[in-house]
């Protein structure tokens, strides 16, 4: 909690206790796998009361994405310890932050579209997320699929282990189906904030068991909800 409590002051008033619950939540769960920050921009407040482990995954100006994520870190008083860069962005390339702010985070930036690496998880997540996280799922960029659409998020949700999370807003699991039929329990909702003109609640998704059918069942709930 020692990390929220010196991010507050980033935080709007009206998403903090949100935060607070996200925060506990989390913690209290102990895994120590990586945040998956899906569409991430230069979002590193929210993503650091996730986990020290941050992946964030943006086809859109990674320049500019990497130079919004260098003013973050540095804004809220962290201190960049060391840069990599492997390969080059938006081609399988990663860039690599280690930084300090109430304790070491390492942060992976991939200029890739969330797909891609869903289809093949890069070595940071070859053994799942603990949290995936999405705020606002439409793309940026032509033919770019959307965050939301059954084909990406089946294999979102599969990646994040028994016992771990799902954080979004504007993406939630299902509309019409309850989601304990996809082996997910909602264990909190609030405001949080994103760059949207749309108006939505956040949630906290924690997965307590693994549906093989997902993208079947998430089919399903989009079909059913054009019929409302």
Request: aromatic share 8%; with cysteine.
């Amino acid at each position: 909690m020692s990390r929220l409590k010196a991010l507050m002051s980033f935080f709007d008033e009206r998403e903090i206790d949100f935060m607070i619950k996200v925060s506990r939540e989390i913690e209290s769960s102990k895994l120590d796998l990586p945040v998956f920050y899906a569409g991430s921009g230069g979002d590193v407040e929210h993503a650091l009361i996730l986990g020290d482990r941050l992946v964030f995954v943006d086809s859109h100006l990674p320049e500019v994405t990497l130079s919004e994520i260098r003013r973050k870190i540095i804004r809220i008083g962290g201190k960049i310890l060391e840069e990599k860069r492997f390969g080059r962005l938006g081609k399988g390339g990663k860039h690599v932050l280690r930084f300090e702010f109430q304790g070491e985070v390492e942060l992976t930036y991939y200029a890739e579209d969330v797909m891609r690496i869903l289809e093949r998880p890069p070595n940071e997540l070859k053994e799942g997320c603990s949290v995936y996280f999405v705020k606002v799922p439409h793309p940026k960029e032509p033919n770019v699929k959307s965050l939301n659409s059954p084909e990406l998020l089946s294999k979102a949700l599969k990646l994040i282990v028994v016992g771990g999370y799902y954080l979004e807003r504007e993406c939630p699991i299902c509309r019409v189906l309850d989601p304990n039929v996809l082996g997910f329990k909602r264990v909190a909702s609030g405001y949080i904030s994103a760059l949207s003109i749309h108006k939505a609640e956040g949630n906290l998704y924690k997965k307590f068991k693994d549906v093989e059918d997902i993208e079947d069942l998430l089919r399903l709930d989009l079909s059913l909800c054009k019929l409302l």
